[in-house]
């Protein structure tokens, strides 16, 4: 069930949504642990790295963390209730995700190393202020910076482009001064063509998508991923499953398309199982060699 990221709005229409935390106790004694089973998705939910909220965690309990992100384990140390993880979390988002101006959870936080400071801005209506230093997760967060947006560099793949365009045409412009004016005139007409004589045929806009690198396949937007978990498993099965049924399974580039598809619904955990599901059957032992 999704829950809110603000919990106290109770609008049943509220956009922002996250998973509920799912928490499993593993381990006796001295060795017991509670393994947070779908951090990921949650922290995703809330744009932050999973280890903060993992760390928080830790911070709030006074227990040890880890964190395996090849194996997308997080781990707190200790015996402890999903409900009580949950009503954390929301400490968490209230700190550090939610805008202090509009309670918006669109927020960037942005370390700066030299002063030894965190700075948090907000999208939706420009907030821009220093989180308190005091909560000692900061430290870590200081330590830990989180990783540079591809949003940083421009709203979208195209405005990213534009802006080099335009830099370059100011580099060229100032070096020529006024006597080039007749030029710059030019050379904004010529790029105002090419941002809007755009072919938007479906031909156009398939070269385009395959002139993409795999990553930015990932970071285009997709209704696919508002789907449940379920849905976008079905949707990989039927990918792949069109594949095997046309034999295109054994062609080159066929293993990069399904590592792709399985990046872009966020099932990669689950590729796995279902390849073996479809290309597999109790002829198993036969079955290998061929499609290795």
Known sequence: MALNVNRNVADAFYR?????????????????????????????????????????FGCELGAQTQFDIKNDRFIVNGAHEAGKLQQMLDIFIKKFVLCPGCDNPETVLTVHAKKQTISQSCKACGYNGQLDMRHKLTTFILKNPPELSPAAQGASLTEGKKAKRGKKSDGQSGEKGSDGSENELDATNEVDEDDWAVDVSAAAVKARMEDLTNGAKGLTISDDMEK????????????????????MLSKPGADKDIVSEAERLDVKDKAPLILCELIFDSNILSQVIPNC
């Open 16 to 56: 922002y949504k996250m998973p509920r935390l799912l928490a499993k106790v593993e381990g006796k004694g001295n060795g017991i642990k509670t393994v947070i089973v779908n951090m990921t998705e949650v922290a995703k939910a809330l744009g932050r790295p999973p280890t903060y909220p993992t760390k928080f």
């Open 228 to 247: 449940t978990p379920k849905e976008r498993i079905d949707l990989f099965y039927s990918f792949v499953k069109q594949r095997r049924d046309q034999g």
